[in-house]
C-alpha cells in the first residue's frame, strides 16, 4: 500500500466515524448515512473498504 492510498484509508475512516457518530445522535437518517458512505467511497476510493462493502473498484 502506497503513502497515498494509506492516507485514503485514513480519511475515510475517520470520515465515516463521524457520520456513524451524528448516525447514532440522530442528527441524520439511515438514508443521508447511506449517501454519505457512497460519497465518501467514491472519494477517497479506499481499497480495504471497498473489499468490505462488496462494491466495485470502478
Given at each position: ?25 440522530n442528527i441524520i ?20 473498504a471497498v473489499l ?7
Open positions: 500500500m502506497s503513502e497515498k492510498q494509506f492516507q485514503a484509508e485514513k480519511l475515510y475512516y475517520i470520515s465515516v466515524s463521524i457520520a456513524k457518530s451524528m448516525l447514532e445522535k437518517d439511515k438514508e443521508l448515512f447511506t449517501i454519505i458512505d457512497t460519497k465518501l467511497l467514491e472519494k477517497y476510493r479506499p481499497i480495504s468490505l462493502s462488496g462494491k466495485p473498484l470502478t
